[in-house]
């Protein structure tokens, strides 16, 4: 399989692709929502596509991830099938895609924690419509680890348990509603955050030679990522072997949380590690 093909596959499983092909002429397309809290992008859901929020499995930075039903009728012994459908929810992710949704189907064995997409097809305007891309042939297996978005479709389709981020009535509920949106969470600060649940990670973002030095840096990445940063705080901790470095260390997250948040830190120029 040519770079190329492989860097678009991956693209469209981590919300990092550069889609082949000129750009298309503009064209009339649904506004994006105001921000990426989970009630905004419901509000967005129901006003502005034909995507059911009942559908969707992932709210990522700049992207919302559906399974269409039914799943599509492939064999394949062990391997789980699903038809993928993606929604570009921000400028900044419809320039990188070149496009505004995409179609792929997805075959994952879960047991190896693995996955291969092919038929991707990558479409100028939201809900599918707009000039087409070309469909890709089937990738290579992709391991889906930490920080890769791939790693949270997997799990939406080989947990029998799992529920999507608008399975809540009380979450959907809350769509027919603008809410006031919650400012950054400075350090030392505690905004009001849903029930966690999941394992606890914390995130590392860099090593600093001053603790102001890292409190700056954690300043830049809330502007940055407001609603990934939003009630969480860094810890400090000595790095090396003479301790003159300071690693700060953001968090806590739970579950899924911490591959996302630096899945989306990566994408904007910065670094970071999930522990």
């Given at each position: 399989?040519?770079l190329?093909?492989r860097?678009?596959?991956?693209?469209?499983?981590?919300?990092?692709?550069?889609?082949?092909?000129a750009?298309?002429?503009?064209?009339?397309?649904?506004?994006?929502?105001?921000?990426?809290?989970?009630?905004q992008i419901?509000?967005?859901?129901?006003?502005?596509t034909?995507l059911?929020?009942?559908?969707?499995?992932?709210?990522?930075?700049?992207?919302v991830?559906s399974?269409?039903?039914?799943?599509?009728?492939?064999?394949g012994?062990?391997?789980?099938?699903?038809?993928v459908?993606?929604?570009?929810?921000?400028?900044?992710?419809?320039?990188?895609?070149?496009?505004?949704?995409?179609t792929?189907?997805?075959?994952?064995?879960c047991?190896?924690?693995s996955?291969?997409a092919?038929?991707v097809?990558?479409?100028?305007g939201?809900?599918?419509?707009g000039?087409?891309?070309?469909?890709?042939?089937?990738s290579?297996?992709?391991t889906?680890?930490?920080?890769?978005?791939?790693?949270?479709?997997?799990?939406?389709?080989?947990?029998?348990?799992?529920?999507?981020?608008?399975?809540?009535?009380?979450v959907?509920?809350?769509?027919?509603?603008?809410p006031?949106?919650?400012?950054p969470?400075?350090?030392?600060?505690?905004?009001p955050?849903?029930?966690?649940?999941?394992?606890e990670?914390?995130?590392?973002?860099?090593?600093?030679?001053?603790?102001?030095?890292a409190?700056?840096?954690w300043?830049?990445i809330q502007?940055?990522?407001?609603?990934?940063t939003?009630?969480?705080?860094?810890?400090?901790?000595?790095?090396?072997?003479?301790?003159?470095?300071l690693?700060?260390?953001?968090?806590?997250?739970?579950?899924?949380?911490?591959?996302?948040?630096c899945?989306?830190?990566?994408?904007?120029?910065?670094?970071?590690?999930?522990?």
């Amino acid at each position: 399989m040519s770079l190329g093909v492989r860097a678009m596959v991956l693209g469209l499983l981590t919300g990092m692709a550069v889609a082949p092909g000129a750009r298309a002429a503009p064209q009339a397309f649904p506004t994006f929502p105001l921000s990426e809290t989970t009630p905004q992008i419901g509000r967005w859901l129901a006003t502005q596509t034909d995507l059911p929020p009942a559908s969707v499995v992932l709210v990522a930075p700049g992207y919302v991830f559906s399974y269409a039903a039914p799943d599509p009728a492939q064999g394949g012994g062990n391997l789980v099938w699903r038809q993928v459908r993606e929604e570009v929810t921000d400028v900044v992710m419809a320039s990188r895609l070149n496009g505004r949704s995409a179609t792929a189907t997805l075959a994952f064995d879960c047991a190896r924690n693995s996955a291969t997409a092919s038929n991707v097809v990558v479409y100028a305007g939201n809900n599918l419509k707009g000039d087409g891309g070309r469909s890709v042939p089937a990738s290579d297996w992709l391991t889906a680890n930490p920080g890769l978005y791939l790693m949270d479709l997997a799990k939406a389709a080989c947990d029998r348990d799992f529920r999507g981020p608008f399975a809540n009535a009380g979450v959907l509920a809350t769509t027919t509603s603008t809410p006031s949106p919650a400012p950054p969470a400075l350090r030392g600060e505690a905004a009001p955050r849903p029930a966690a649940s999941g394992p606890e990670h914390w995130v590392q973002v860099g090593a600093f030679v001053s603790p102001a030095a890292a409190n700056q840096r954690w300043r830049e990445i809330q502007r940055l990522l407001p609603a990934q940063t939003a009630g969480h705080t860094i810890r400090l901790e000595p790095a090396g072997r003479d301790g003159k470095l300071l690693r700060a260390i953001a968090g806590p997250y739970h579950g899924t949380e911490a591959g996302a948040f630096c899945a989306a830190l990566k994408f904007r120029g910065g670094d970071c590690l999930v522990r």
